[in-house]
């Protein structure tokens, strides 16, 4: 079966300093891979997706960056972190877009100070 | 584009009450719908999903859904609602390469 794995669960970072979220994808080759961030109290708000390795799409311009280095693991980066990229993060995989269905991962609770 | 509403941003039942969800959609043709479950700090579980065929379908810990074409609906229903349903409730919509989400409905239970 397919597992998804998203690390560290939370963090805790000052403004300013750099972030890496990483989310990998097991039992599965050539997932759709994507990033969300969700507000308190808020929706999901679609950050970047990805088809293929090295393949990425962004949805929303900002200060966050993905990429795809391997087949299942995707990362999102930033280098400058602001206050308002607190959130929570959510890494979901799909078996591909003629089914839509998205996996998610636990997420990683990101707290800007 | 299509785009999903939820009209309810949150609802208390009484635990062994029924309970519905409401989730309006847009778009042109049949979407693939889905209702998606998420428990305070944690990921999202899919629930169920409707592709085309029968228009109630069944999903995991006793929800159902139903599609009903005319009036482009998704509700999603629970005959007895059990404290452990506390949870957020998302409806998405999954068409034209496109998936999306709405904006959720927080469900609390009164014991």
């Known amino acids: 079966s397919q597992t998804i794995h998203q690390w560290p669960a939370t963090l805790v970072q000052p403004v300013g300093s750099p972030l890496s979220l990483e989310c990998t994808v097991e039992?599965?080759?050539?997932?759709?891979l994507y990033w969300y961030r969700q507000a308190a109290g808020r929706g999901l708000q679609l950050l970047f997706y990805?088809?293929?390795?090295?393949?990425i799409s962004s949805e929303v311009p900002q200060n966050l960056s993905a990429s795809r280095p391997q087949d299942r693991q995707f990362i999102l980066s930033s280098k400058k972190l602001l206050l308002s990229d607190s959130g929570f993060y959510l890494c979901?995989?799909?078996?591909?877009?003629?089914?839509?269905?998205?996996?998610f991962g636990p997420g990683t609770r990101l707290t800007v100070t | 584009a299509q785009s999903v509403t939820q009209p309810d941003i949150h609802i208390t039942v009484s635990e062994g009450a029924s309970l519905e969800l409401r989730c309006n959609y847009s778009?042109?043709?049949?979407?693939?719908l889905f209702w998606y479950v998420q428990s305070p700090g944690q990921g999202l579980q899919l629930l169920l999903k409707?592709?085309?065929?029968?228009?109630l379908v069944q999903g995991i810990k006793g929800f159902e859904a139903e599609f009903k074409r005319s009036q482009s609906s998704f509700n999603l229903r629970k005959p007895s609602v059990h404290w452990s349903d506390a949870a957020e409730y998302f409806c998405?919509?999954?068409?034209?390469?496109?998936?999306?989400f709405g904006a959720g409905t927080r469900l609390t239970v009164k014991p």
């Open positions: 979901a995989w799909s078996p591909g877009q003629k089914t839509y269905e998205q996996y």
């Open positions: 039992g599965t080759s050539n997932p759709n």
């Open positions: 990805s088809v293929g390795i090295g393949q």
């Open positions: 778009y042109g043709a049949t979407p693939y």
């Open positions: 409707y592709f085309s065929g029968d228009t």
């Open positions: 998405a919509v999954g068409a034209a390469g496109d998936m999306r």
